[in-house]
């Protein structure tokens, strides 16, 4: 199969917003390089997917991320040919087993591993989809949040859960039953496939769900790893899902943002516990307040 890369240049702080705009336009891969000043977002999408008729819409959706607080520059959209050797040996070239946290590393399934210490968690990851590899910072911070807040035994809803990684680390740290929900039914997919090579993981409950719209689970742990603009109206939900005294884990805030979340959580019954930070961007463990007698 023939398969057409799409190249995006632009911001640290626009990555999220612009990964998720690729993957509603159908990209059956994603791969981002930040290590320089400027990001190179590759998308991959298949031969059939006419990717010169997206790129105007594309183009004027990235511009439009300013009305959000964020930078896309330089903004700029290319289009290149590739085989699948190609797409195979790009996910080889940039990604290889990495230490997400103190107890955490992710591993491409591909690859032979053998854990650097008795208490090394691994979570295996398929990246050749949409969702990602685990390692960009906002899902770091939400893995380094989970890893203080859980003890074992506990209930958790994963909100926007893309590749899975969230479910997978969670229960590999002892959370008892989770749910993972995602709006987009190829990210549904795509964490059912990375579930599959945990088997630690294979009780994870994934379904289609426009965040907790319709959830009244009432749960230990609440995790999510998404824009802040889809975080605002999530906070109230996650005080209605979560017991007095549950943790709520969340990332994908850049730094300019935080005063707005903060405000929301303060004013939908969570006490701030911690802030994490990462470059630009933060996340935020948070308890929903005890009732006052």
Known sequence: MEWQELTVKT???????IDNMLVEAGASGIQIDDTNDVVVINAYFNERI?????????????AQLTNFGLDPA??????????????????????HPTRLSRFLTVVPDWEEYQPQSPNELIIRLNPGRAFGTGTHPTTVLTLQGLERVIRGGESMLDVGTGSGVLSIAAKLMGVNQIKAFDLDEVAVNSALENIRLNPVAQDVQ???????????????IIAA?????????????????????????????????????????????????????????????????????
Not at 232 to 251: D, E, M, N, T
Request: charged share 25%.
């Open 11 to 17: 911001s640290n702080e626009a990555i999220e917003a």
């Open 50 to 62: 006419k990717i010169n008729e997206l790129i105007p819409e594309l183009q004027l959706r990235i």
């Open 74 to 95: 330089p903004a700029t959209v290319s289009i290149t040919p590739v085989n699948d050797e190609s797409w195979v040996s790009t996910w080889e070239k940039y990604y």
């Open 206 to 220: 994934v379904s289609a769900n426009d965040m907790l719209n319709g959830v009244d689970d009432v749960v230990d």
């Open 225 to 293: 790893n998404m824009l802040s603009d889809v975080i605002v109206p999530l906070i109230p939900q996650a005080s209605h899902c979560l017991r007095a005294g549950g943790k709520f884990v969340i990332s994908g805030i850049i730094k300019d943002k935080l005063p707005l979340i903060i405000n929301q959580l303060t004013n939908n019954d969570f006490q701030i516990d911690e802030t994490m930070n990462i470059d630009d961007w933060r996340g935020i463990i948070a308890t929903k307040k005890m009732k006052e007698d």
